[in-house]
């Protein structure tokens, strides 16, 4: 499409490719993480606590959220079509956005522990 476009000069293309070239080492080091967790439980040797703590790692949250969120920073490029500070500026947001929503989320076990202490009826 940008071949087509003659596009290569838009700020926003441009920012578009970085924010795609972004989530790759992300998705990348997710998928490593995953292919590791599949291999052990395969095994029939590897108890589900342990997967469970594999499962519910911090990075792994943390690069949904933020390979989510800039994926949906990319959709807005692709709409609005903005000059090179608003596009720079909605990938950071995204990025933000991503980290702070991961972060805030809470993990299952905290979730559960809460309602056990009658944080939730």
């Known amino acids: 499409m940008t071949i087509q476009m003659s596009g290569f ?3 926003w293309l441009k920012v578009t490719i970085a924010a795609f070239l972004l989530m790759a080492p ?7 993480r995953m292919r590791h967790v599949r291999r052990l439980g395969a095994s029939s040797m590897t108890n589900q606590s342990k997967l469970l703590d594999l ?11 933020v390979r989510s969120a800039v994926f949906l920073g990319i959709l807005l490029l692709m709409t609005a ?41």
């Open 9 to 11: 000069g838009l700020a």
């Open 26 to 32: 992300l998705g990348a080091a997710t998928g490593r």
């Open 55 to 65: 499962l519910q790692h911090p990075f792994l949250k943390i690069s949904l959220g």
């Open 81 to 121: 079509k903005p000059e090179l500070l608003e596009a720079l500026g909605i990938v950071g947001g995204s990025v933000v956005l991503g980290l702070t929503a991961a972060l805030l989320t809470p993990n299952r076990e905290s979730a559960l522990s809460t309602s056990d202490k009658g944080g939730f009826s």
